[in-house]
């Protein structure tokens, strides 16, 4: 899997394209990453963009990370893994950094506050919807529902931490999907 | 001390979420408001989500970069600031990576695992309840500024915000694009701020 200079400099280019142009992140980069990656360089096809999405969901970290890191890797190794993930990260990093200064600068005058005061209303909306989408998303039965109770409940009524939480619910999923898988067996 | 921590907190937040995006929302703001609240309210956090949904990128390194910055800002210069923005993302990319650099090269046995399947059963269902968790503390935050009290029931901010609340959600589901509902509310805001 030996590479020029150019082709990674490709990968960087490609990949540093999708993080300045896509907004949202995740989902919202397929396109984007389906363009350069199929279409124009063919590092991976276009079955690979699904699997990719499939892995990229069981695994930890951003959607958009998971995808860099894994179709560097498939076009370059290691080099290309490492300049798709650096790629993608460096323009929102340049941004938000500068926005975030100027933010700390600004956020004291009145039109600001009042409106944040309106954004916030906003994007508890976005909130919503999004907790919408990934109710649809999510698997439906029994074990799913005692999850989403239980989950929600813990912490948003007691202070437990999150990772703990994660946790549990990850072991409560894989012994109940066993015991569903067993008895259906029966 | 700072900087370590806050390498350390986004590596954790980076390795134990999944499915990304808003999905990393119930963690960083848990890790966050417990360990930086002194600096970082929790309106600044959810104004921040807004600024990072209407900014390119993806929303967890949109969030770490800025708070990294903020927490690494109070340290000293700009430069620190840079350098804490720096600590934070990396510490939110870095277990992805790994992980992902593994499955590349195992694919096919990470694929018929069936205890990942079976852990993602829980994992997406859980994302579900978390969130709703954190979409809890942020009508708190958003509702109740100063406390569960009834006072605010007379007070014009809460009737506004709950009105601008009322119409981007039912822009949100006619799917109106976030950053045009940014805007929106900011504009409301604004106008309400100086009108009432």
Same mark, same amino acid.
């Given at each position: 899997?030996?590479?020029?200079?150019?082709?990674?400099?490709?990968?960087?280019?490609?990949?540093?394209?999708?993080?300045?142009?896509?907004?949202?992140?995740?989902?919202?980069?397929?396109?984007?990453?389906?363009?350069?990656?199929?279409?124009?360089?063919?590092?991976?096809?276009?079955?690979?963009?699904?699997?990719?999405?499939?892995?990229?969901?069981?695994?930890?970290?951003?959607?958009?990370?998971?995808?860099?890191?894994?179709?560097?890797?498939?076009?370059?190794?290691?080099?290309?893994?490492?300049?798709?993930?650096?790629?993608? *990260?460096?323009?929102?990093?340049?941004?938000?950094?500068?926005?975030?200064?100027?933010?700390?600068?600004?956020?004291?005058?009145?039109?600001?506050?009042?409106?944040?005061?309106?954004?916030?209303?906003?994007?508890?909306?976005?909130?919503?919807?999004?907790?919408?989408?990934?109710?649809?998303?999510?698997?439906?039965?029994?074990?799913?529902?005692?999850?989403?109770?239980?989950?929600? *409940?813990?912490?948003?009524?007691?202070?437990?931490?999150?990772?703990?939480?994660?946790?549990?619910?990850? *072991?409560?999923?894989?012994?109940?999907?066993?015991?569903?898988?067993?008895?259906?067996?029966? | 001390?700072?900087?370590?921590?806050?390498?350390?907190? =986004?590596?954790?937040?980076?390795?134990?979420? =999944?499915?990304?995006?808003?999905?990393?929302?119930?963690?960083?703001?848990?890790?966050?408001?417990?360990?930086?609240?002194?600096?970082?309210?929790?309106?600044? %956090?959810?104004?921040?989500?807004?600024?990072?949904?209407?900014?390119?990128?993806?929303?967890?390194?949109?969030?770490?970069?800025?708070?990294?910055?903020?927490?690494?800002?109070?340290?000293?210069?700009?430069?620190?600031?840079?350098?804490?923005?720096?600590?934070?993302?990396?510490?939110?990319?870095?277990?992805?990576?790994?992980?992902?650099?593994?499955?590349?090269?195992?694919?096919?046995?990470?694929?018929?695992?069936?205890?990942?399947?079976?852990?993602?059963?829980?994992?997406?269902?859980?994302?579900?309840?978390?969130?709703?968790?954190?979409?809890?503390?942020?009508?708190?935050?958003?509702? =109740?500024?100063?406390?569960?009290?009834?006072?605010?029931?007379?007070?014009?901010?809460?009737?506004?915000?709950?009105?601008?609340?009322?119409?981007?959600?039912?822009?949100?589901?006619?799917?109106?694009?976030?950053? %045009?509902?940014?805007? %929106?509310?900011?504009? %409301?805001?604004?106008?309400?701020?100086?009108?009432?």
């Amino acid at each position: 899997m030996k590479r020029s200079a150019k082709d990674l400099f490709q990968i960087f280019g490609a990949f540093f394209k999708i993080g300045a142009f896509t907004f949202g992140g995740g989902y919202a980069m397929i396109p984007l990453i389906q363009k350069e990656a199929v279409e124009k360089h063919g590092w991976v096809s276009d079955d690979d963009i699904l699997e990719i999405l499939a892995i990229a969901e069981s695994t930890p970290g951003p959607i958009a990370i998971n995808s860099a890191t894994f179709i560097g890797y498939r076009a370059a190794g290691i080099f290309g893994s490492v300049l798709a993930t650096l790629g993608v *990260v460096l323009p929102s990093f340049v941004i938000i950094l500068t926005l975030s200064f100027v933010l700390q600068q600004f956020q004291e005058l009145e039109a600001v506050r009042y409106a944040f005061a309106g954004i916030r209303a906003g994007v508890l909306a976005l909130l919503c919807k999004s907790l919408w989408t990934l109710y649809k998303k999510s698997p439906k039965g029994w074990p799913a529902y005692v999850v989403m109770a239980c989950s929600f *409940v813990l912490t948003a009524f007691f202070d437990i931490n999150v990772l703990f939480v994660i946790i549990g619910c990850a *072991v409560f999923g894989l012994i109940t999907s066993r015991y569903l898988e067993r008895r259906a067996e029966k | 001390m700072s900087f370590l921590e806050l390498f350390l907190t =986004f590596f954790m937040i980076g390795a134990v979420t =999944f499915g990304g995006g808003y999905a990393m929302l119930p963690m960083i703001q848990e890790q966050v408001l417990l360990r930086w609240g002194h600096i970082i309210s929790p309106e600044s %956090l959810i104004n921040f989500v807004a600024v990072s949904e209407s900014t390119p990128g993806p929303f967890a390194i949109n969030m770490a970069t800025y708070i990294g910055s903020v927490v690494g800002g109070q340290e000293g210069g700009w430069l620190l600031s840079v350098f804490g923005s720096f600590c934070a993302t990396m510490g939110v990319v870095l277990p992805s990576f790994v992980v992902i650099l593994i499955v590349a090269k195992c694919y096919d046995k990470f694929r018929e695992s069936r205890v990942i399947k079976g852990c993602m059963t829980g994992l997406k269902p859980a994302v579900v309840g978390l969130i709703g968790g954190a979409i809890l503390s942020v009508v708190l935050t958003v509702f =109740f500024p100063a406390g569960l009290t009834w006072a605010v029931f007379t007070q014009v901010d809460f009737y506004v915000s709950l009105v601008i609340f009322a119409v981007m959600l039912v822009l949100a589901f006619k799917k109106v694009h976030p950053i %045009l509902l940014i805007c %929106l509310s900011a504009v %409301l805001g604004i106008a309400a701020g100086y009108l009432l």
